[in-house]
């Protein structure tokens, strides 16, 4: 079974940057398309970044493009989020997606087939 787990969130002010870690085992991290998503309390899961099987292709949300990089290490079976220039509207839980293709990105809430647990990310002003 397919596991995922978050670290790196934490408090920052705003500007600052975080980096997340998200640790896949239980399948073959190469045949994932991995994700972010971010929920605010009272709002949608929604995706931040998501990145192909290979590093290839990745996508991002509009408001985060420029800010956050998404990146992986088939080696280390270990996709991350590289965040700057953070804001206070970033504040969120974070969360790791997995979907079984060698192809696509992911790009809505419905396609993963695994989560992890989630990181909060709080960023004040």
């Known amino acids: 079974q397919v596991q995922l787990v978050e670290s790196g969130g934490g408090s920052v002010q705003a500007g600052g940057s975080l980096r997340l870690s998200c640790a896949f085992s239980g399948g073959t991290f190469s045949t994932y398309a991995m994700g972010w998503f971010r929920q605010a309390p009272g709002k949608e899961r929604d995706i931040v970044a998501s990145?192909?099987?290979?590093?290839?292709?990745?996508y991002y949300k509009d408001s985060v493009k420029g800010r956050f990089t998404i990146s992986r290490d088939n080696a280390k079976n270990t996709v991350y989020l590289q965040m700057s220039s953070l804001k206070p509207e970033d504040t969120a839980d974070y969360y790791c997606a997995a979907r079984t293709t060698r192809v696509a990105v992911i790009r809505t809430s419905t396609e993963p087939n695994y989560w992890g647990q989630g990181t909060p990310v709080t960023v004040s002003s």
């Open positions: 990145i192909n099987w290979s590093g290839a292709t990745t």
